[in-house]
Each structure stands twice: as structure tokens, then as C-alpha cells.
């Protein structure tokens, strides 16, 4: 569903229906569950990351607000991040698979992929109280879309358009901090902390789109290729974590060697890859890429 806000228009009022469209969104997909639980719950959290990067955006001028649903929704994802992260884990070794350098490491990656893909199943079957966890969730969905509900803005274009350029400057800020701590070292904290500035600045450009179609555009496909190189390095560092805290998954020691070599030749290509991308997409200084935002604000709402 289309999430913007249009700079010609009332901005409570486009606040309300990019917000509370994405959160009802998210209510209607966790009740009816068209292509399944695990879909679902996929789907749904995609539409609680670009409410809290929404609300990222805007936090200057309701920083209460922001603050108490922000946690809200954070919980709510949260609440379902188990059944997520086992998904995930699958798709990853699915990854590493599609990228074997070799037929014998793709068979091997092949067996790991099916034993967690049972782990995922075997989490979802025993986990009795799912359907009382999405009713929950769908219940605080519908009290966070009742409180975004009553947010209101200034009707003063000018002193929206500067808000909105002091929350891309310090996401863009905090996107061009990490990418140095990245460089430092390996911290899989400042790839983690990468992504999620991404995935704030790619929606940036989505909710913005009208300012300057074409560009914004460009961008947010570019941020969205980032974002995927982004998240398999994340789930690779997860991976790895789960080989050390359930090792009794990973019992075929010939297996586990493939699967380890996999991982640390992917992680050394993926994050190179990630920060020269990177450094393209988060290019230009902060703070002047934050002024043209504003300038383009008040052009099209003055049309």
C-alpha cells in the first residue's frame, strides 16, 4: 500500500493515513493470514518499521508521543521475533546455498537449510500460545493506530518542512556514523545499526517521493539493495550465534565445516560490498542534503 505524504496537503492529516494506514494494514494482515502464519508475520513487520521510522522522522515535534509508541510497536515486533528469526535462519542457509562456490558445499548447505527449516516448524507447532500472542498484537496495533490517530502538527508548512530536515539530517548523520565504526572493525552492532539507519532513510524517500519523484525514486531503490546486503550479513552474525548456543542442530561435523566456511567467505564479501554501497548512498553531507530536502518541501507545497 502506498505510504507517503504529500507536501501540497493538510500534514496531520497525511500523518494519519500514512501512519494508521500502515498499522491497520499490518491488524488485517495478522487476522486473515493470506499466504500463511509465517507471511504474515513477515508482512506485519515490515509495516511496524516504516511506522517507527515515520515516527523517527516527526519525533522533534511530538517527542512524547513518538517515544511511548515507538515502544509499543517495538514490544508488538518483538512479541513475534522468535517464529521471524527462525524463518530467517532457514532463508539464510537458503542464501548461502544459492551462492555455493562448489556442488558438495551445496549439498551440505542444502541439509542444514532442512534440518532448521524442521526447527521452524517444530517452533511453530509447540508454540501453543501464537494465537493469543497475534490477538495481543493485533490488540496493541489497534491502540497504537487510536493514539497516532489523535496526533496533530502545526498548519505552518515551513515549520513542518524544517522538521522533517533535522529528522533526514540525523538519521543521515547517524547512517555516515556508522559506516566509520564499520570501517573500524567488524562490530556486528555497526552493521546492525547501519541497516536500520538505511531502513529509515530508504523510507524517507518512499514517504517523500512527491518533493522529486525521479531522484527519490533512484535512491530508494539503491537503499533497498543495501538493506538486503544488509540483512544477510545480520542474519549471518544471528547464524553464527545459533551454531554456538544449539549446537546440537548442526550435529554432522562435515556439514558444520561447510556451513562455517560459508559463512565467514560471505560475511567478508557481503560487508565489503555493504560499505562501498554505502559510501555511495550516504555521499553527500548531512546537513546540505538535509537543506535541499527542506527547500524541496516548500517548493511543492507552495505550488
Not at 184 to 201: I, M, N, P
Not at 237 to 243: K, M, P, S
Request: hydrophobic share 40%; charged share 35%.
Amino acid at each position: 500500500m502506498p505510504f507517503r505524504i504529500r507536501p501540497d496537503r493538510d500534514f496531520t492529516k497525511q500523518f494519519h493515513k500514512a501512519a494508521c494506514g500502515q498499522l491497520r494494514h499490518a491488524m488485517k494482515t495478522l487476522k486473515e493470514r493470506p499466504d500463511g502464519t509465517h507471511e504474515a508475520i513477515h508482512a506485519f513487520r515490515k509495516n511496524l518499521k516504516r511506522v517507527r521510522s515515520l515516527l523517527r522522522l516527526v519525533s522533534r515535534e511530538i517527542p512524547e508521543t513518538r517515544t511511548k509508541e515507538n515502544a509499543r510497536l517495538r514490544d508488538v515486533g518483538a512479541s513475534l521475533s522468535a517464529i521471524r528469526d527462525a524463518t530467517a535462519l532457514a532463508e539464510t542457509v537458503g542464501y548461502l546455498k544459492d551462492n555455493a562456490r562448489d556442488p558438495e558445499e551445496a549439498e551440505a548447505l542444502q541439509r542444514v537449510t532442512d534440518r532448521l527449516r524442521f526447527r521452524r516448524d517444530a517452533m511453530a507447532d509447540t508454540q501453543g500460545g501464537l494465537d493469543a500472542t497475534l490477538a495481543d498484537a493485533i490488540g496493541e496495533l489497534a491502540k497504537s493506530a487510536e493514539a497516532l490517530d489523535q496526533t496533530s502538527f502545526p498548519h505552518d508548512h515551513e515549520k513542518n518542512a524544517r522538521m522533517l530536515a533535522r529528522g533526514w539530517r540525523d538519521t543521515a548523520r547517524k547512517a555516515r556514523e556508522a559506516i566509520d565504526e564499520c570501517r573500524e572493525g567488524t562490530s556486528a552492532e555497526a552493521f546492525h545499526t547501519l541497516r536500520k539507519k538505511t531502513q529509515d532513510y530508504r523510507a524517507y524517500h518512499d514517504l517523500l517521493r512527491a518533493i522529486w519523484p525521479a531522484a527519490m525514486r533512484a535512491r530508494y531503490d539503491a537503499a533497498s539493495e543495501l538493506i538486503d546486503l544488509l540483512g544477510h550479513i545480520h542474519d549471518l552474525d544471528v547464524l553464527c550465534a545459533l551454531v554456538e548456543a544449539e549446537p546440537h542442530h548442526f550435529s554432522n561435523a562435515d556439514d558444520l565445516a561447510h556451513l562455517l566456511d560459508a559463512i565467514i567467505f560471505r560475511q567478508q564479501q557481503d560487508r565489503q560490498a555493504a560499505l562501498d554501497m554505502a559510501e555511495d548512498i550516504f555521499s553527500d553531507d548531512p546537513k546540505t542534503e538535509a537543506c535541499r530536502v527542506e527547500t524541496l518541501w516548500i517548493a511543492a507545497g507552495c505550488g
